[in-house]
């Protein structure tokens, strides 16, 4: 495990304050990554921003995050968790304050940036954290407080935001990060012990990995969102970059004696396979949630409030289904549940096609409630399989990919969607260029998530019963 000054028991004050502050470092993460999207709307008319600068909200944050994930971790090893989970709340904290003073789109933008780079360095120090300091013998249930207390922050993020929006402004979703984060640094500076990896220490760094995991994600990423402003010839340089820098990224980790990521662990079909359904997964996750959120506030005259909310069944879904879902792949293998999940996800997002002018929430509960099924049966047993697929040793760089993969493809999917079905400029404030886009994206949606179903179906085959872990909350 690595250097640790002393290990914890869950029952003591020190327990107990270092895991509330490492579960409230990671729910003020997932907090803003679910408030954001219910005040797109506000945020794009009190500073008149176009569609693409609104995409840019999203996408910084999770450029930012997505790219820099596995570094964060990574430093985390080297340098001492502890000290770098603490940078990442300090550096989140002066993120949140620049964000909520932002008076241009390209500000918020770069704050938004800057806020994914504290969320990537704090947030693989709450489960890392957890696992190092403390006993043994009293980890499982540590992880189990911070997953099922994660999941109550972002049950709770479409109240909050949806009621700051509407009753203080768009500023105060940045705003109330600064004292929660203030709290979470008090805590662990009192409480925390210190951990690091030892033999992280002796190795180097991958540096030339994390470089090109920016240049190919932040590439990719501004050629799909600006593709529509774009020159052919700049757009062919930008997607010639976002390639090399990909290809280089694997010829980097083929060689480093350190990689960010152990390329061997994609050797393992079911590993790769996880993955890949991951990313189709969580890009039709990532479009559902930017979009619809969107056009109920813009065609169907909703408050940012009653927007919000429909994220939550998908919320209560996974908190209370995640463990029995996991039960039953412990007991019939992933392959099912893996499939069944995302095609039960593709018709409930089909279900919302008649969210448009005049709709009500009998207007969008079933859908709501068919996805947050699919959603509750997948989950799981994903995060499981993909650390079964690993060996031990791996199992947090396993995690960290998986992680990173999601992110990357709900990053990807919320910049190449709206191009796709028409959407740009100031379309996002018409109701009916609002309605044909969010229509088209709904079932574009629909066939990715069919995608990630089919993948599982056939990658997963024949697969060993993966051994039931904590399932780690979303964003």
Known sequence: MGDVTELLARDTTRGRVTLTAVTLGSGIAILDGSVVNVALRTIGTELDASLQQLQWVINGYMLALASLVLVGGALGDRFGRRR?????????????????????????????????????????????????????????????????????????????????????????????????????????????????????????????????????????????????????????????????????????????????????????????????????????????????????????????????????????ALMLLSSRASQLSERIGPRIPMTVGPLVCAAGVLLLLPAGPGATWWTVLPGLVVFALGLALLVSPLTSTVLAAAPDRYAGVASGVNNAVARAGSLLAVAALPALVGLSGDDYLDPDAMTSGFRGAMVICAVLLTTGGVVSWFGLANTRHPVPVAPQSES
């Not at 980790?253 to 997964?281: C, I, Q, W, Y």
């Open 84 to 316: 770098i989970y603490l940078l990442g709340m300090g550096w989140f904290l002066v993120a949140s304050a620049l964000c909520a003073v932002a008076q241009s789109p390209s500000q918020l933008i770069a704050t938004r940036v800057l806020q994914g780079v504290g969320a990537a360095l704090l947030t693989p120090g709450g489960l890392a954290i957890i696992q190092s300091v403390f006993r043994r013998e009293d980890r499982a249930a540590a992880i189990g407080t911070w997953a099922g207390l994660s999941g109550i922050a972002a049950a709770i993020g479409p109240f909050v935001g949806g009621w700051l929006v509407d009753n203080g402004g768009w500023r105060w979703i940045f705003g109330i990060n600064v004292p929660l984060c203030i709290a979470v640094i008090a805590l662990t500076l009192w409480a925390t012990p210190e951990s690091r990896d030892t033999e992280a220490t002796e190795r180097g760094f991958d540096v030339p990995g994390g470089a090109m995991t920016v240049v190919s994600l932040g590439a990719l990423t501004y050629a799909l969102t600006a593709s529509s402003t774009m020159s052919p010839g700049l757009l062919v340089a930008v997607g010639a970059l976002a390639v090399a820098a990909a290809v280089g990224f694997v010829v980097v980790e083929k060689r480093s004696r350190t990689p960010l990521v152990h390329l061997s662990l994609f050797g393992d079909r079911v590993f790769s396979a996880a993955n890949a359904m991951t990313f189709v997964v969580y890009g039709a996750l990532g479009v559902v949630f930017f979009i619809l959120v969107l056009q109920l506030q813009v065609s169907a005259g909703w408050s940012a409030l009653s927007a919000g909310l429909t994220g939550l069944p998908a919320t209560i």
